[in-house]
């Protein structure tokens, strides 16, 4: 599939790596929808986008946990472009703690529930409602199409993130089951899960964190979020890719 003149469907659209290849793919000449939770953010994102060259660019205020408007958003998508062929499940959230804390043999803090769900309902329950609305607007126009889920090297487990690992794993089994499932509408599914990228996010982290951080990359850098973008450029691009999941992470392994 070419970037130029498709249509684009990109959650967390307005901001990191979501507006990165947002803005990657409008230099191509990519039509482009972008899904994110702030107004404000999208209006400045449709601006740059357009400025880099897209040819149609619209922005849409959406909770993706919420399935009857993610239903009536992706309706509104294929019916302003005629069609979408691409999507790309990005948003996500971060609620990071330890599963449980001790000291002097007493148990002194549990992960609550609620920032176990929280995070599940984002990052696994969002993709899931926005990747099955995208797979039957595309099946039923019969022209195939991509989704791509943003994964994360911690899906192989990682301390500290018991409800974001589990979420991150969980949309790699999503994408290869829906890789055989839609493979018969022409639908490709891939996985793309990056290691340490430079984000706004990571740029918040306090120093020790970020030396501690960059100490397990053998490359010893931040990845940058046009490499994402890239990597997305090739699942789109290479039309026998599907099922399978391509690591970005300089080496590292959790």
């Known amino acids: 599939m070419q970037i130029a003149n498709s249509t684009i469907v990109i959650t967390g659209g307005a901001q990191g790596l979501g507006l990165a290849m947002a803005s990657h793919f409008a230099a191509d000449g990519a ?7 702030n107004a404000e953010t999208l209006a400045a994102a449709e601006q740059q986008c357009l400025a880099a060259g897209a040819k149609q660019v619209r922005g849409y205020v959406l909770n993706v946990t919420d399935e009857a408007a993610v239903e009536h958003v992706f309706a509104d998508i294929n019916q302003a472009f005629g069609g979408m062929d691409v999507l790309i499940n990005n948003a996500g959230i971060l609620r990071d ?5 001790m000291k002097d043999g007493e148990i002194t803090q549990k992960m609550p529930l609620q ?3 929280s995070v599940l309902d984002v ?5 899931f409602l926005c990747g099955r609305e995208a797979a039957a607007h595309m099946a039923k126009a019969g022209k195939g199409g991509v989704i791509i889920n943003i994964s994360s090297v911690a899906r192989a487990g990682n301390m500290g993130q018991t409800n974001y690992a589990a979420t991150k794993a969980g949309v790699v089994a999503m994408t290869v089951t829906w890789a055989r499932e839609l493979g018969r509408f022409g639908i490709r599914c891939g996985a793309i899960a990056p290691g340490f990228i430079e984000t706004p996010m990571t740029a918040s982290m306090k120093p020790e964190a970020i030396d501690r951080a960059l ?3 053998p490359l010893r850098r931040w990845g940058q979020p046009d490499e994402i973008a890239h990597s997305a450029r090739y699942i789109i691009e290479n039309d026998f890719f599907s099922g399978r999941v391509v690591e970005i992470d300089g080496g590292v392994r959790l």
């Open 31 to 37: 039509n482009l929808a972008l899904i994110d939770m």
């Open 97 to 101: 703690g330890l599963l449980i804390k």
């Open 115 to 117: 920032q176990f769900q």
């Open 123 to 127: 990052n696994l329950t969002g993709s």
């Open 215 to 217: 100490s397990m990359v």
